[in-house]
């Protein structure tokens, strides 16, 4: 079996990912009775995580952690020995399984992997990849990103009648359009502000049930809901690859505006895709950001593939 040691080396290696870089304070993540677990496709250990309404907590604030999300991270996965060997004849692993507990850093000095394709240098900000919470090195404001010469942004609608229980919805009709994530949602005795997070059962962008941002909530069943929602046009030259996560900006987008499901096209190229705000945006050249800057800053030179230093405390 590969996996196991065969040989020695004359340094050993400083550490491995996720591991503490220094004995200097540590803060994490606030979390009530229930809250921090491993979503449904696990957590990655010496990554970035978001947290997500897919569960409430008692203080009914978001409960489940993913290494993938939108806008800035929650926190780091610290290493401390909580991964678990699920696989027959698996022979390590750093994966933390679906529904298991965890603690969410938000501050520290922590080792991970540069996962960018340049050298992480001294003072270089790190970013945090939207899909897989993969951290890479670059001078601030330097995301990286795809990109469109003749991008727009059509508002779109639908309408569906459902129930709401707690911070779940539970659509019994759909009277028009489609549901997607990311759509924000009004009607009889539900919140201001309220979007729909992700589809949780039934029918894709239909009848079924579906996780909110805001939870607490009560709405009766066979109330009629409105939904807004905005289909972007990635069009013209395409430079890069859109996807799941990425913010948009450019001419015309005042607000953060986040692309949420491809809807036709091929992956990641020009095509349409659902984003949730409710705007219109004339034909323009737009960027997506694919990788979000992080509090954390490189402490360490690290080839790519190698293991940097990173800090959340500021120096000077």
Sequence with gaps: MSGFQTQAAYNPAPAVEGDFASTNPRTTVMAAAGALVAGAFGVIVGRFAWKSYAQVDSDNAPAVVNNFGTGPVAGFIHREQQGLIEQYLQESTMLVPAGFPMTVFDGGDFWVKNNGATPALDGMKVYANYADGKATAAVTGA?????????????????????????????????????????????????????????????????????????????????????????FTAGGTIAGVFGVGDTLTGTGITAVTTIRQQLTGPAGGAGTYAVDVNTVVASAALTAATNVETKWTVRSFAQPGELMKITSWPQG
Excluded at 212 to 230: E, F, M, S
């Design 143 to 231: 995301p990286n990103g795809a990109t469109t010469s003749a991008g727009s942004i059509a508002a779109a609608t639908s309408g569906f009648a459902a129930s709401i229980v707690g911070n779940v919805l539970n659509v019994t009709a759909v009277n028009s359009g489609t549901i997607y994530p990311g759509t924000t949602i009004s009607g009889t005795d539900v919140a201001t502000g309220t979007k729909i997070v992700s589809q949780l059962s039934g029918t894709p962008g239909g009848i079924g049930t579906y996780s909110l941002n805001i939870a607490d909530q009560d709405v009766d069943p066979g109330t009629v809901i409105a939904g807004t929602y905005g289909v």
